[in-house]
């Protein structure tokens, strides 16, 4: 302090000063709320995680420090390893389905919107509705209509003759997390398609009708013009979808249970934590231990990846100059 | 200003009970901390009736939501708190608590003699022999049926597999789904199975294969098996989707003529207005025992660190006594697990009656302690079995295994 005062010289430099400190004050004040809340419930929680994965436990007392031993135990124990493969490879069928089905549902969508057909702001507002209605609404009200006797869709299949088709949808491993993922992107598709015709709409109108002008077909516009400069949005909802399969876990708990029903076909990483972790009625007591460790697994698999992702997506992108 | 004046007056409030307590007698306090939200009301009323007997001792009945209340009881319980006295559950979930050391050991302590070696078992830590909580009540598997489609469509109640399956046949035909039972929620095929493969597997099938004189690819186990599944074609169509929720809702409606579910399921039809009976599920041959499946759902307990264990465990005393398991029957609708009480609600004593024949349901009993849990193990091989995905000698062969593996 004694220093700052001795360099303050004029009445105008002081009032510099007192501005910049002013300004770094209000910066900390507000950046104070944010950072205790991230530092509190993210980077608490996720330390914590670290250190009960190398420790032994007990139910909820804490044993012995045994360095790696829970990671080896979630990922060679055949009882163990077994649960999280097949979780992962469920995990993964939902990012590629996501993928297609959602996302390039929402591509099409949003290049349909962006020619602004007659009525476009409803269609914008009702594809958007269902983001906005909470996941476990969402859940609940698929799982009634899914129901194999009262349901809608199997009323409505049978009432169209197509009696065949109405099996039991969340019942069977077959169709259970094929239903379940069509659920997610009825849920989610507004978002992304929100995203991509926002990029499409930065697009200068005059590049487009140059392109018609030269006789581009609508196609042609779309391919080599309208997808490399929306790159940037892609990269968004690629890398977004990436977390959101492997952090999955309302839809396929809400509608399939925490045993990932019928016969694990429905088994998520998310899933598989939480069992291990706090423990199920049937699935027995918690195991903190394997639980952190698998948790850290699945935090450093989706850091590492979604890494590598966003910086070869970025690379990738094309600026207009 | 409301909740100011009310702090006021309960602080006015307490100071008065406290001189009040100190001239009249020294009380002890006791915290009792419960999952059951249901049973506040008559808990109270139970306390009260201890409290006459007892002036000295004021117990003080807390109730956590149940899902999260095994998480929070073990994390007060880890951290040096706690209540003097707490509800419990059964089995592996008791051990959770126990194993660590923060339940008193009872027995010595307090007199067991109203209850059976059977109920004792599901509050027993296997590692010391020692008893660590007041077995409250049991739950049984039962054949819930509608009484009036049963007339409707006259059919003779089925006592036999053979008639069961007749019966079933018999409402199919007439256009009645036979039983409401799905796939859907795991765990209800679990409680599915505890009416029927007792009967086939027998009565010294348990003792076998706890004791590890064979494993549950034993003969007797498959075939159990093999005949439950036959079961599906009685079940509603498109069963594998059908969850606890559907179940309920065709027997409710009077859509499906039975429904295979627990005791806890009796109020649930008794409010929907259902004229239902219930019946234990067939003999696996004409003469041969019909079992039911029970287990024991709780008990008391008293925490080791407490610092009123002399009152916590006159307490603990109180429960297992007669006249507690009269108000607990009464007052609950339970099945007590304490003898000598008198039955007074008629669906009730029809299902003590049922104990009479009693197996204990086998994975919640003997397999719950380890991971992975017997009933994880069954619950998903019945789920596999009846979508047709594997048979019953593999079923059998994963379940074996599975246990074989569990620590």
């Not at chain 2, 049991?138 to 089925?158: C, G, M, R, W």
């Not at chain 2, 093999?226 to 069963?239: A, D, H």
């Not at chain 2, 029957?329 to 009656?353: C, F, R």
Request: hydrophobic share 50%.
């Amino acid at each position: 302090m004694a220093q700052l005062t001795k360099s303050i010289k004029t009445p105008f430099d002081n009032a510099v000063v007192r501005r910049r400190q002013m300004r770094k004050l209000w910066l900390a004040f507000l950046l104070f709320p944010a950072m205790a809340i991230l530092l509190t419930f993210v980077f608490l929680p996720m330390a914590s995680a670290i250190w009960y994965s190398v420790y032994e436990w007990d139910g909820l007392v804490r044993g012995e420090f045994i360095g790696l031993g829970n990671f080896q135990e979630v990922l060679f124990d055949p009882r163990n390893n077994k649960f999280l493969i097949n979780a992962f490879f469920n995990n993964v069928k939902v990012f590629i389905a996501l993928m297609v089905f959602q996302n390039g549902l929402a591509l099409i969508l949003a290049l349909f919107l962006a020619r602004e057909p007659k009525g476009y702001r409803f269609y914008q507002i009702a594809f958007f509705l269902p983001v906005i209605l909470s996941t476990v609404i969402i859940g609940f009200q698929w799982k009634l209509f899914l129901n194999p006797i009262f349901g809608l869709v199997n009323t409505l299949l049978r009432n169209v003759g197509l009696g065949d088709w109405a099996v039991p949808w969340l019942g069977l491993p077959e169709t259970a997390l094929g239903a379940m993922i069509l659920v997610n992107a009825w849920h989610w598709v507004g978002f992304p398609t929100l995203v991509f015709l926002a990029a499409i709409h930065r697009i200068p109108k005059d590049l487009i009708e140059a392109a018609r002008l030269d006789g581009a077909s609508e196609w042609m516009i779309a391919r080599d013009i309208i997808w490399p400069l929306m790159a940037p949005a892609v990269t968004i909802i690629v890398v977004l979808t990436f977390i959101g399969s492997f952090n999955w876990f309302e839809i396929p708990y809400i509608m399939g249970g925490l045993e990932g029903s019928p016969s694990y076909s429905t088994d998520m990483l998310g899933l598989l934590f939480y069992r291990t972790a706090f423990g199920s009625v049937s699935a027995g007591n918690s195991d903190f231990g394997t639980g952190s460790a698998l948790a850290v697994l699945i935090f450093i698999f989706i850091f590492t990846f979604s890494t590598i992702a966003t910086r070869y997506l970025t690379s990738r992108e094309v600026e207009l100059s | 200003m409301k909740s100011i004046r009310k702090i006021a007056s309960m602080a006015v409030l307490g100071v008065a009970t406290f001189a009040y307590a100190g001239t009249a007698l020294a009380q002890t306090e006791l915290d009792f901390w419960s999952w059951r939200q249901e049973d506040v009301k008559a808990y109270n009323e139970i306390i009260a009736a201890f409290e006459e007997q007892n002036p000295d001792i004021k117990v003080t009945f807390t109730a956590h939501e149940a899902t999260s209340y095994n998480t929070i009881l073990t994390t007060a319980l880890a951290g040096g708190a706690g209540p003097d006295i707490m509800h419990t559950r059964s089995y592996g979930s008791l051990e959770a608590i126990a194993a660590p050391g923060y339940l008193e050991p009872l027995d010595g302590q307090i007199d067991l003699s109203a209850l059976s070696a059977d109920e004792l078992l599901g509050t027993t830590l296997r590692a010391d022999g020692h008893v660590y909580a007041v077995p409250f009540a049991s739950q049984t598997i039962v054949v819930f049926y509608n009484k009036d489609l049963f007339e409707e469509h006259d059919v003779a109640l089925p006592e036999t597999w053979d008639e069961f399956l007749a019966a079933s046949q018999k409402f199919k035909d007439a256009g009645v789904i036979p039983l409401a039972n799905g796939l859907a929620d795991a765990w209800t095929m679990e409680i599915m199975s505890g009416a029927f493969l007792p009967n086939f597997y027998g009565k010294d099938f348990f003792g076998e294969v706890t004791s590890g004189a064979t494993d549950f690819e034993d003969e007797r186990f498959v075939n159990a098996l093999e005949k439950f599944s036959t079961l599906k074609e009685f079940m509603p169509q498109g069963y594998e989707g059908v969850d606890y929720a559907t179940m309920k809702q065709l027997f409710n409606v009077g859509q499906a003529a039975m429904f295979v579910g627990g005791s806890f399921d009796i109020p649930t039809f008794v409010n929907a207005g259902v004229n239902f009976d219930i019946m234990p599920g067939p003999a696996a041959e004409a003469g041969g025992p019909r079992m039911v499946a029970t287990w024991l759902d709780g008990g008391y307990g008293v925490n080791a660190a407490s610092e009123n264990k002399e009152a916590a465990l006159k307490f603990i005393q109180f429960t297992a006594t007669q006249p507690f398991a009269q108000m607990l029957t009464d007052k609950l609708a339970n099945v007590p697990a304490v003898d000598g009480a008198e039955i007074s609600d008629p669906m009730l004593a029809k299902v003590s009656a049922m104990h009479e024949e009693a197996t204990p349901y086998i994975m919640l009993v003997a397999f719950r302690f380890n991971t992975p849990t017997g009933s994880t193990l069954l619950q998903n091989g019945l789920q596999e079995l009846f979508t047709g995905k594997k048979s019953a000698e593999e079923v059998a062969a994963d379940i074996s295994e599975g246990i074989k593996s569990a620590e």
